[in-house]
């Protein structure tokens, strides 16, 4: 079973908005993007677990002539509030890496 | 209009304004053509602070000396300069800081631009009027906007669209510095006005709004060269070193975007769902199929507050004991720092907020590594959180004892952490927020909007 790594050639996270993080899964194949984009491991449910956040605010935007699924949440806490970790929501991406894809 | 529109050129010589500018490039665009220049030269990405202060990102100096290259292109081409979201956040204060910057060069230089200054800035009883009007509209995630809200801002900005520049270009601006506008909209706005389809415009606007960030370049220091035809628009580099693809163009979209089909701006929506991105030559692609969908005439507000403040404490830790139990250091360390400054200040709980970050550890996600992780050294920062400096200092002081020597159990042996400055705490002023998420209705493109026309 691969983890999300193995089958994007790129992942990064950014703010889009003082409100919402943006995370564009790049796929490494038109076979790998087919086969896992629509994995439930990549579900609303799934993200949301991982960002501690509803899963009823997780967005997924397929783009297939890019290979890519974007996938826009709701910030847990607005940018730059007092516990803020990661302003411009860059690092984000990183928690998802190994989710398994079933 | 002296005809029917055949297309239209424009130069974006870089992503914000002050970045950095490399003159052959602006030298290649005015030869190519370019009948306009625009910019934008900021963003709300960097946090609230910008809107928050009125202060420009970008270093005044930089600022200038992009500025001065490209006044002097201004002067040689007779094109207009598009200058949009002045220095960082667009308010009155970030486009008089511009304003004076240009003034400057134009002084230096013997320049005498015709200049138009457009201010987006608005008063907190004009949006509480257009909430009191129903015309205020929620954006997700956040809730009915509150008039309590409103006045916990100290600066509001309305986004502007490309109407406010048209007005300028018909006034005879040769530079124009706008307030908070859509990026999209300040590099639209020289096409729409000389006719140009608003689906193409548009669309051209948002590839370019990072400057060459769309092309191998890949960052918005360089510059992007945007033509726009009748029925499309062609996008290259402002470089012969760099090409642009058809994937590095419709790739774009992605960028910093929650939607990478539909592009909500004031006035319609882009909707770039059926494009279609052709290689013209291995620099230059074609996009076809933008289309642009008119909605009732609306603008994003942001408002930053900064109503609470912090003061910051940083040790550095090598000590094996704390970085063999880095949870149980942090939790007692929490405890003591809270029950110390309960104590020294005579305050609840909840009146201060203490927040300790182990970097080297878990500092940026803040949730529990796995089982094993041990850290080579931690950065320990405190952030200590109040309703005023003053006070939010004075906790930082009286636990700076227990940030310094406090063991990770009772009845170690004292250590002491490795502090880097002197002194040690640090007031790090107003905790800046965007605390607006909000469109307002208007009845005209200029309703919220004021313009002045300068002679340098």
């Known amino acids: ?102 | 209009m002296a005809g029917p529109f055949t297309s239209v050129k424009i130069y974006v010589p870089q992503g914000s304004l002050g970045v950095g500018l490399f003159p052959e490039e602006v030298d290649y665009a005015i030869a190519w053509g370019a009948q306009a220049m625009a910019t934008d030269a900021g963003s709300t990405d960097a946090g609230a602070a910008y809107l928050a202060k009125g202060i420009s990102k970008n270093d005044r100096g930089s600022v200038k000396k992009d500025l001065t290259l490209l006044m002097a292109a201004q002067q040689k081409a007779k094109i207009p300069l598009l200058i949009g979201t002045a220095a960082q956040a667009g308010g009155d204060l970030n486009v008089n800081w511009t304003r004076d910057v240009i003034l400057e060069i134009a002084r230096e230089q013997g320049y005498k631009p015709k200049i138009a200054l457009l201010y987006s800035e608005q008063q907190q009883e004009t949006i509480k009027r257009k909430l009191a009007e129903g015309k205020v509209i929620n954006l997700p995630p956040l809730g009915d906007l509150d008039a309590a809200t409103i006045d916990s801002c100290l600066h509001i900005v309305a986004l502007m669209g490309p109407e406010p520049y048209h007005k300028a270009l018909d006034a005879g601006a040769d530079i124009i510095i706008g307030g908070r506008t859509s990026d999209p909209a300040v590099i639209a706005a020289f096409a729409l006005w000389k006719g140009a389809p608003a689906g193409p415009s548009w669309h051209a606007g948002k590839i370019a709004e990072c400057g060459g960030q769309s092309t191998t370049s890949n960052t918005g220091q360089r510059g992007i060269l945007i033509e726009i035809h009748a029925d499309g628009f062609d996008v290259e580099p402002a470089s012969p070193k760099f090409k642009a693809t058809p994937d590095s163009i419709s790739g774009h979209l992605l960028y910093e975007n929650k939607s990478p089909w539909r592009l909500t701006e004031p006035g319609g929506e882009l909707d770039v769902t059926r494009c279609e991105y052709a290689a013209m030559t291995d620099s230059k692609v074609r996009v076809t199929g933008s289309v642009w969908d008119p909605k009732p005439y609306t603008m994003k507000i942001e408002g930053a507050s900064g109503s609470q403040f912090q003061t910051i404490m940083i040790v550095g830790i090598s000590d094996p004991l704390v970085l063999a139990e880095p949870e149980v250091f942090h939790d007692h360390m929490l405890l003591r720092l809270t029950e110390r400054a309960k104590s020294a200040t005579g305050l609840d709980e909840s009146e201060f907020h203490i927040s300790l970050r182990m970097y080297g550890y878990n500092g940026v996600s803040g949730v529990k590594p796995p089982p094993g992780s041990k850290p080579m050294e931690i950065g320990l920062m405190g952030v200590i959180t109040a309703k005023t400096q003053a006070l939010a200092s004075e906790i930082a002081k009286a636990c700076n004892p227990y940030f310094f020597h406090m063991p990770v159990r009772l009845g170690m042996a004292m250590p002491s952490y490795g502090w880097p400055f002197t002194p040690g705490d640090i007031d790090r002023g107003p905790v800046y927020q965007f605390v607006l998420n909000h469109v307002v209705r208007v009845d005209d493109p200029m309703e919220l909007v004021r313009m002045e026309m300068i002679d340098a």
């Open chain 1, 1 to 102: 079973m691969p983890k999300l790594k193995d089958v994007c050639r790129h992942i990064r996270s950014k703010v889009a908005g003082p409100f919402w993080v943006t995370i564009d899964l790049m796929f490494d194949s038109q076979e790998n993007f087919d086969r896992y984009s629509q994995s439930p491991a990549l579900s609303a449910e799934a993200i949301a677990k991982v960002y501690g956040i509803d899963p009823k605010g997780v967005v997924h935007y397929p783009v297939p002539s890019l290979k890519v699924l974007k996938i826009s949440y709701p910030r847990k806490t607005p940018q730059g509030s007092i516990e803020e970790r990661d302003l411009h929501s860059g690092q984000q991406y990183v928690y998802i890496l190994d989710i398994e894809l079933g």
